[in-house]
Nanobody
Framework: VQLQASGGGLVQAGGSLRLSCAAS????????MGWFRQAPGKEREFVSA???????????YYADSVKGRFTISRDNVKNTVYLQMNSLKPEDTARYFC??????????????????WGQGTLVTVSS
C-alpha cells in the first residue's frame, strides 16, 4: 500500500490544521491506519489510529496528549484518513507520519502494528 500524507504547514498556537493520508494500491490488505509523529531529537510517538473492520471498527484511539484536540476520521470512498488538529500547541511541532496495516489491540498504538508508511508531513506550531 502506498500512503501519501499532506496538509502540514506553519500555524500559530491555538490554530488548526487538517492532515490527510491517501492510500492507494492494495488498499484491501489493510484495515487500520494510524498517525505517528517525530519531533527533532525525539523518538517517534503514537498520535491517533482507527480501524474499519473487525473488533473496535470505527473506534478512534488517541494519545493522551492530543485527546480532546485531535480528531481522526476516514473517507472510505476516497481511501483517505484525516487528522483534524485543533488548539495546536508548540509541542505539537513534529513531522507527522501516516501508517497502514492490520494492527491488533496490543499494537494499534505501536509502530510495529503497521506495515506501510507514508513519507511524513511537517507541522510547525509557533508560539
Amino acid at each position: 500500500v502506498q500512503l501519501q500524507a499532506s496538509g502540514g504547514g506553519l500555524v500559530q498556537a491555538g490554530g488548526s490544521l487538517r492532515l490527510s493520508c491517501a492510500a492507494s494500491g492494495s488498499v484491501s490488505s489493510i484495515n487500520g491506519m494510524g498517525w505517528f509523529r517525530q519531533a527533532p531529537g525525539k523518538e517517534r510517538e503514537f498520535v491517533s489510529a482507527i480501524r474499519w473492520s473487525g473488533w473496535s471498527s470505527g473506534t478512534p484511539y488517541y494519545a493522551d496528549s492530543v485527546k480532546g484536540r485531535f480528531t481522526i476520521s476516514r473517507d472510505n470512498v476516497k481511501n483517505t484518513v484525516y487528522l483534524q488538529m485543533n488548539s495546536l500547541k508548540p509541542e505539537d511541532t513534529a513531522r507527522y507520519f501516516c501508517a497502514g496495516g492490520r494492527p491488533i489491540l496490543s499494537t494499534i498504538r505501536r509502530a510495529e502494528g503497521y506495515s506501510d508508511w507514508g513519507q511524513g508531513t511537517l507541522v510547525t506550531v509557533s508560539s
